[in-house]
């Protein structure tokens, strides 16, 4: 281990524990993410989940990233990404207990609001939990692929003009950059094997969560997004 990997370390813990310890900082991440969300869903995905691919070069390349790597315009990305899986978060965790109800998958007393308006753990019910897998399976399976293949177009984006805020704001041909990805390493790693035996688990305790908190998690599940990709590049 470097001295460079003590530093980010020891840089992320203080950050941890400033939040878990101080009472005052703790309090105003909760009530600020549910006043707002979305601005909070943006800089919790712009942090972590850009800290994720930070690592994930670290593990890659074994050294950290230059001004090349574009941490600026993938710390914008990942702020933006988040807030659409904010969104996502929402439609399905409400959406996916309304199907489950109307099909009759349901114990006695349990309404669509004891899903959408608490804590999924808190019930501790098995209904609960095939619930939260069962959000958790379709977010994944309709949304995931989605969301991964944009993450991607726009690494490629940012790689091609050197990681320059101008750059990444030029005009970004989509269809041009979907014949270019590795759709093998995308279908076979990151769809395949990810998603099932990753993603749709882990998410599952995500939505066993209160909801302050799973936005907040899902960043931190960002983190090993970030090492997958770098695996799977060292893979190909």
């Not at 659409?84 to 207990?97: C, N, R």
């Not at 069962?134 to 490629?156: L, R």
């Not at 805020?165 to 970004?172: A, K, V």
């Not at 998603?195 to 688990?201: A, E, G, H, K, V």
Request: glycine share 8%; proline share 5%; hydrophobic share 50%.
């Amino acid at each position: 281990m470097k001295k460079s990997d003590i530093w980010f370390i020891l840089s992320c813990l203080s950050v941890i524990l400033f939040f878990v310890c101080c009472k005052p900082a703790g309090e105003w991440f909760i009530s600020s993410t549910k006043a707002h969300p979305f601005f909070m869903a943006f800089m919790k995905f712009a942090v972590l989940s850009t800290a994720g691919e930070i690592i994930g070069y670290r593990i890659k390349e074994g050294h950290y990233p230059s001004a090349a790597f574009g941490i600026l315009p993938r710390g914008i990305t990942w702020g933006f990404l988040g807030m659409l899986i904010t969104a996502a978060m929402t439609i399905f965790s409400q959406g996916v207990p309304a199907l489950l109800l109307q099909i009759g998958i349901s114990p006695d007393g349990v309404t669509y609001s004891d899903l959408i308006g608490q804590s999924i753990l808190s019930s501790k019910s098995c209904y609960h939990l095939l619930a939260a897998f069962m959000i958790s399976t379709f977010m994944n399976c309709i949304f995931a692929p989605f969301f991964m293949t944009i993450h991607k177009i726009s690494d490629q984006h940012i790689i091609e003009n050197n990681g320059t805020l101008r750059g990444y704001f030029s005009p970004l041909h989509f269809g041009a950059r979907l014949v270019l990805l590795d759709w093998n390493m995308m279908w076979n790693f990151l769809f395949k094997k990810t998603i099932p035996l990753f993603w749709i688990p882990a998410h599952t305790i995500t939505f066993m969560l209160a909801p302050e908190f799973r936005v907040l998690f899902a960043a931190l599940l960002g983190v090993m997004l970030g090492v997958f990709m770098s695996l799977a590049t060292k893979k190909r």
